[in-house]
Nanobody, 122 residues
């Protein structure tokens, strides 16, 4: 049974930082690309960042480039999202997901976590 468990969300002031973690089990973690998505109230779930299985390539949505950094530790079966210079518009539930290839397409992700809330106050 595949499980992806996010942690690290919370309330932070604008300009602050948070680091999200996603611990994976039940799958060969090093075989999967990993992604982060987010969903704000009343909006569709959107792509944030992704990283290739090896960590050699990453992809970001334009709105987070230069502020967010995705990384992974295959020895710990964990993917991270370092979020700096946070803005109120970053407020959302953040989800990690696993895909067989590096992609921004939500439909290509096979496994999903339950999400962690990130709230950025102005």
């Amino acid at each position: 049974q595949v499980q992806l468990v996010e942690s690290g969300g919370g309330l932070v002031q604008a300009g602050g930082s948070l680091r999200l973690s996603c611990a994976a089990s039940g799958l060969i973690f090093s075989s999967y690309a990993m992604g982060w998505f987010r969903q704000a109230p009343g909006k569709e779930r959107e792509f944030v960042a992704a990283i290739r299985w090896s960590g050699s390539s990453t992809s970001y949505t334009d709105s987070v480039k230069g502020r967010f950094t995705i990384s992974r530790d295959n020895a710990k079966n964990t993917v991270y999202l370092q979020m700096d210079s946070l803005k109120p518009e970053d407020t959302a539930v953040y989800y990690c997901a696993a895909s067989e290839r590096l992609t921004y397409m939500r439909s290509q992700y096979k496994y999903w976590g339950q999400g962690t809330q990130v709230t950025v106050s102005s």
